[in-house]
């Protein structure tokens, strides 16, 4: 009986562990999608730069909870870190839905607020759900192949995040539109676009409820299942640590490349939503649900994500990782380049959800060019890791540690190209992602030899 009660237990905790696992990518992904109502909010007016703050202050959590998550699962035990993480996504997520209430600025500042509590959260749950889904399955193939599940629901989540909040808004109707009398369609019927229609934070309540509930239940599950830490591999007396990871060349430049990478990574979708989400102008007037189309079209993005790491799976024993990363930065560079070149009114059909269904839609060819990115970005961060790892020995555990802290790219980068796309244009930010592609191209190409071999590592 005993033994029963204990499997059921398990499979109970790793089912809510595979949630959490979607979680995490669920809430980091609902960032740029939300961007698109406060970027255009009469206060911020179109402003790329302000709608993607909520994507910095999600990533720039890292920076500060990066390392100190790696301490408190050591000293607080998994069962504990996951709850904290959870309460603390549930109290993030529940501020973002806050932030619907205040009018003008203070709403947006308190949604801020609600992304960088957030960012906490999913940072925790980061360091936490990978070692105790492994430690539910019991190590070995087992405990590998539920992490493998569990990254397939964490890709499945991502791509799905931004097309429910994409379907969520329908056609973003900003102040702007409602001064010049534009036309839009609500419900099939053509009018004029009123105060009453413009985007608001109360559009996405729906999600918001959605990553409250989950996280709620994840929350109450865990306190009820017993679950028993391993050993925590503390470090002794004995270890002695000469060097650091930074004394390691390879190393420090594989830490800029991860920062890069998580930056080029997000970006890409990220500023497609904006661009197509833009019914005002350009792209976003071909479409009567821009932010429904620009949801999907970034969703398909991450599809692709999900589809290249589940093929590189079957040749990563035979294609080394500094092989993959040059073929993938090579493509990608190829890719953003002509999509920065090639006119915006060249346009190609892929299958998209348009609102009412799933249909072949014309959208520019350079969107196409960026979204096919997400095939070569997919392989990106575990060859850098193995890249940048091979050789530390015994520095190995502290540089996974800087590793999780330089995620923060993933919001200081895209801030970056959407400040270039207030000024110069959303095309022409696309140099922030491929000057990032170089950097990753040169890093396999020669950055990524170990030249510090004469430090003693075991």
């Known amino acids: 009986m005993y033994n029963s009660q204990k499997t059921n237990g398990n499979i109970i905790a790793i089912v809510t562990m595979m949630f959490l696992?979607?979680?995490?990518?669920?809430?980091?992904?609902?960032?740029?999608?939300?961007?698109?109502?406060?970027?255009?909010?009469?206060?911020?007016?179109?402003?790329?730069?302000?709608?993607?703050?909520?994507n910095f202050m999600n990533f720039l959590a890292y920076l500060f909870m990066g390392i100190p998550a790696g301490k408190m699962l050591v000293k607080a035990g998994y069962k504990k870190t996951a709850m904290i993480g959870i309460a603390v996504g549930f109290v993030g997520v529940l501020v973002q839905y806050l932030s619907g209430f205040p009018h003008g600025m203070t709403g947006f500042y308190v949604y801020l607020?609600?992304?960088?509590?957030?960012?906490?959260?999913?940072?925790?749950?980061?360091?936490?759900?990978?070692?105790?889904?492994?430690?539910?399955?019991g190590g070995g193939n087992r405990g590998n192949q539920l992490n493998l599940i569990g990254g397939t629901l964490n890709s499945l989540s991502g791509t799905l995040t931004p097309m429910l909040v994409g379907a969520l808004i329908g056609n973003v109707v900003s102040m702007e539109m409602v001064k010049?009398?534009?036309?839009?369609?609500?419900?099939?019927?053509?009018?004029?676009?009123?105060?009453?229609?413009?985007?608001?934070?109360?559009?996405?309540?729906?999600?918001?409820?959605?990553?409250?509930?989950?996280?709620?239940?994840?929350?109450?599950?865990?306190?009820?299942?017993?679950?028993?830490?391993?050993?925590?591999?503390?470090?002794?007396?004995?270890?002695?640590?000469?060097?650091?990871?930074?004394?390691?060349?390879?190393?420090?430049?594989?830490?800029?490349?991860?920062?890069?990478?998580?930056?080029?990574?997000?970006g890409i979708p990220g500023t497609l939503i904006f661009f197509i989400s833009d019914s005002s102008k350009g792209v976003g007037t071909m479409f009567a649900n821009a932010a429904t189309v620009g949801g999907f079209v970034?969703?398909?993005?991450?599809?692709?994500?999900?589809?290249?790491?589940?093929?590189?799976?079957?040749?990563?024993?035979?294609v080394s990782s500094r092989t993959m990363m040059l073929a993938a930065t090579g493509a990608g560079m190829l890719l953003i380049a002509v999509a920065i070149l090639i006119p915006e009114d060249k346009t190609a059909s892929m299958p998209l959800f348009t609102g009412?269904?799933?249909?072949?839609?014309?959208?520019?060819?350079?969107v196409m060019l960026l979204v096919l990115c997400g095939l070569f970005t997919s392989v990106m961060w575990a060859s850098i890791f193995n890249l940048a790892t091979e050789g530390l020995g015994k520095?190995?555990?502290?540089?996974?540690?800087?590793?999780?802290?330089?995620?923060?790219?993933g919001g200081v980068l895209p801030l970056c190209q959407n400040f270039i796309a207030d000024k110069a244009g959303y095309m022409?930010?696309?140099?922030?992602?491929?000057?990032?592609?170089?950097?990753?191209?040169?890093?396999?190409?020669?950055?990524?030899?170990?030249?510090?071999?004469?430090?003693p590592v075991n």
């Open 21 to 54: 696992y979607a979680m995490i990518s669920f809430v980091t992904n609902l960032a740029a999608p939300i961007g698109v109502v406060w970027k255009n909010q009469p206060e911020i007016g179109g402003s790329n730069l302000l709608g993607m703050m909520g």
């Open 113 to 137: 607020f609600g992304a960088f509590i957030s960012g906490f959260s999913v940072c925790l749950l980061n360091t936490v759900v990978n070692p105790m889904l492994n430690l539910l399955g």
């Open 180 to 266: 010049n009398k534009m036309e839009i369609v609500i419900d099939g019927v053509k009018r004029v676009a009123t105060e009453a229609d413009l985007t608001q934070m109360t559009n996405v309540n729906l999600v918001l409820f959605l990553a409250m509930g989950v996280f709620a239940a994840a929350f109450l599950i865990l306190s009820f299942i017993p679950i028993k830490d391993p050993e925590m591999g503390k470090t002794t007396a004995e270890t002695k640590f000469e060097h650091s990871p930074w004394s390691f060349r390879h190393c420090v430049l594989g830490v800029i490349a991860i920062f890069v990478y998580v930056g080029v990574e997000v």
């Open 298 to 318: 970034a969703g398909t993005y991450w599809l692709l994500m999900l589809a290249g790491r589940f093929s590189a799976g079957f040749i990563a024993n035979k």
């Open 356 to 366: 009412s269904g799933f249909e072949m839609t014309a959208v520019p060819v350079s």
């Open 395 to 409: 520095y190995t555990a502290r540089a996974s540690g800087i590793f999780m802290m330089m995620v923060v790219g």
């Open 428 to 455: 022409i930010s696309y140099a922030v992602p491929l000057a990032g592609m170089a950097y990753m191209f040169y890093y396999a190409l020669a950055g990524c030899r170990n030249v510090n071999k004469d430090i």
